[in-house]
């Protein structure tokens, strides 16, 4: 029922999405990056501190504005496609919401961020600050509302981390994780 | 070995000895340095490999492709020993290749210091991701060995100045030594010609100048009473050779002379006759030999004793003795009252005329007395014989032919000369 109820979503989105000219926003999502998300986002929460928040499966919860909701269920396609068995003997749930009902991810060790309006974006990150919560956006800019980790697109595409958020929360992160990735420390970067 | 001198002995061991230590030495620092040097490396080696790997394999699951093409040549950069670099994926197929040279061969270099490969594992899915190869210069090793060739060259370069300067310094130590050896060898004690100077080294050899120069006075000192003692056994050996050969001299006459009458006794006629036989057989010589006896001189013991008789011979000896003028002609007593003369180069007529003269001397002679009575006179009896030596006959048969005479003489009457023909 579930499953029939996303497929009809999809559906439907996508109709609207093709007959919206707003639609042509959700079109600036990339797919490779997406895809490289959708292989970060398990490793994130494997490779921190957030992994002994983990009972039995790895939660993300991805949240959208009404907009992307058809990229969010791309993304999560992808992270089913990229990790088939799950990580690490761990299921991975991934739940996609809207950031109205943030509250669905109070159980999640990774919050996933497509872009919204600020006040989405930092109701967001305040939320998962509260859960001690993983988060990460698909822009980077987001870094800026006190998101812990985006991509940095540039001449290469590198995990880009908001040290100072990261450490407000208390979180560690994998010393190769750090050793991969650029780290964001403020607005001039 | 024994014949060759301790000086050569002690250079050539320090050389030998010095080369075994620096070459062992050097030979077990190289190795180490090498060694050490292998080690580092392959544990530098090992360590990049070990970095990387994680990085690399961490890209790859997270599909930061470019990334990893950044951080390889970004590890290429930091590291100018790497010649070769590739990353292969779980497929072989080749992701990322860098290589130095083209003419770049990939061969195995020593202590595998060159080549380093590793397995790229996903650490978290455990999915064998790919491969990577590292392969390296050896230039640094060979360096090295350049470096070590160069030191162990420079190090037996100053070894060899080294014992250039030992030798140097024995060569002048021993020189003292030879020079002593030398000043001893031509020592002369008699001559006391040693002229060693005053030595001021306190060393060893200092120790045996001393002891030399201590032992060259002794033995000055020993020569000189030694001398004095030769001397003096000299003069003594004279003495007693002088006295011994007087001695000899008077045992000699007393062996040839006869106690009672001082003339030539029998075995000194027979030695005499035997020589001078010779010497006229060879010069073809007459010889002629008077045998005479005292008449009566028995009665003369029984009638006056033998104190008289003893005295007459000595008288008849002094006159017979006395009657003999030429050199080579002599007279010996040849038994009890029996006299023997002998005479070289004299026919049978000087003979008779030797005889004539005894018995005229006797009879002008005083008269012999005892205890202030007169003996009657004495006369005597000769036999003459004479022979020309020669191989047919011999000295016992001119002596024999003379007592034959002299037999003959007793037969005519006593105080008679008798010739053996």
């Not at chain 1, 974006?121 to 600050?129: G, K, L």
């Not at chain 2, 994680?54 to 590291?79: D, F, H, M």
């Not at chain 2, 010779?278 to 104190?307: A, L």
């Not at chain 2, 007395?369 to 009896?381: H, M, N, V, Y």
Request: proline share 2%; aromatic share 10%.
């Amino acid at each position: 029922m579930v499953k029939f109820k996303q497929n009809f979503i999809r559906l439907f989105l996508s109709i609207v999405l093709m007959l919206n000219v707003s639609a042509l926003h959700a079109l600036s999502y990339d797919d490779d990056i997406l895809n490289i998300y959708s292989k970060i986002l398990p490793r994130f929460i494997i490779m921190s501190s957030i992994k002994e928040k983990i009972k039995d499966n790895v939660e993300i919860c991805i949240l959208y504005d009404d907009i992307d909701a058809l990229v969010a269920l791309s993304l999560v396609d992808k992270v089913k496609s990229n990790y088939p068995k799950g990580i690490k003997k761990h299921k991975i749930n991934l739940l996609t919401t809207t950031y109205s009902n943030i509250t669905k991810c109070e159980n999640a060790q990774l919050v996933f961020m497509f872009n919204s309006n600020e006040k989405n974006i930092n109701n967001a990150v305040v939320f998962s600050n509260k859960q001690s919560t993983l988060t990460m956006s698909y822009d980077a800019a987001l870094l800026e509302n006190g998101v812990e980790i985006s991509l940095f697109i540039g001449r290469k595409v590198l995990p880009y981390i908001n040290m100072g958020a990261i450490i407000n929360n208390k979180i560690e992160l994998d010393n190769l994780l750090l050793r991969i990735s650029k780290i964001y420390t403020g607005k001039d970067n | 070995m024994r014949n060759v001198s301790i000086e050569l002995k002690i250079i050539i061991g320090i050389i030998l000895f010095t080369l075994f230590i620096v070459s062992a030495e050097r030979y077990l620092l190289s190795d180490s340095i090498v060694n050490q040097f292998i080690q580092s490396k392959k544990s530098k080696n090992n360590l990049l490999i070990d970095t990387i790997s994680p990085i690399v394999a961490l890209n790859i699951s997270l599909g930061l492709n470019n990334a990893n093409q950044e951080y390889l040549n970004q590890i290429v950069k930091q590291n100018d020993d790497l010649e070769f670099l590739e990353l292969k994926d779980s497929n072989q197929k080749t992701i990322y290749t860098y290589v130095k040279k083209s003419t770049l061969k990939l061969e195995r270099g020593e202590g595998d210091i060159k080549f380093c490969s590793k397995k790229i594992v996903d650490s978290i899915l455990n999915e064998n991701l790919g491969f990577i190869y590292l392969y390296f210069s050896d230039k640094e090793l060979q360096e090295i060995h350049k470096k070590n060739l160069k030191t162990t060259f420079l190090i037996f370069f100053i070894t060899f100045i080294l014992l250039f300067i030992f030798i140097f310094i024995i060569k002048r130590e021993f020189r003292d030594m030879v020079n002593l050896s030398n000043d001893v060898l031509n020592y002369d004690p008699k001559l006391n010609n040693l002229k060693l100077k005053t030595c001021t080294r306190k060393d060893e050899i200092g120790v045996i100048h001393s002891a030399i120069m201590s032992m060259v006075r002794r033995i000055s000192s020993y020569s000189k009473e030694l001398d004095e003692i030769n001397h003096s056994l000299e003069n003594k050996v004279k003495k007693r050779t002088n006295e011994l050969e007087i001695a000899n001299k008077r045992l000699q006459e007393l062996s040839i002379t006869d106690p009672l009458t001082q003339i030539y006794n029998r075995r000194y006629f027979e030695q005499h006759l035997k020589k001078i036989w010779d010497i006229g057989q060879r010069n073809n010589i007459d010889i002629s030999i008077v045998m005479c006896d005292i008449d009566y001189f028995k009665q003369v013991n029984d009638t006056y004793g033998h104190t008289i008789g003893d005295i007459v011979l000595k008288n008849v000896a002094f006159i017979m003795q006395s009657s003999i003028k030429r050199s080579g002609d002599f007279v010996a007593r040849y038994g009890g009252e029996e006299f023997i003369i002998v005479m070289y180069d004299a026919k049978i007529d000087g003979a008779m005329k030797l005889c004539t003269a005894i018995q005229s001397s006797l009879k002008n002679s005083e008269t012999f007395e005892s205890q202030g009575e007169k003996i009657r006179p004495i006369t005597l009896s000769f036999g003459i014989s004479g022979a020309i030596p020669s191989p047919n006959n011999s000295p016992e048969q001119l002596v024999k032919s003379a007592d034959s005479a002299l037999y003959k003489a007793k037969l005519y009457g006593r105080d008679c000369i008798i010739v053996e023909e």
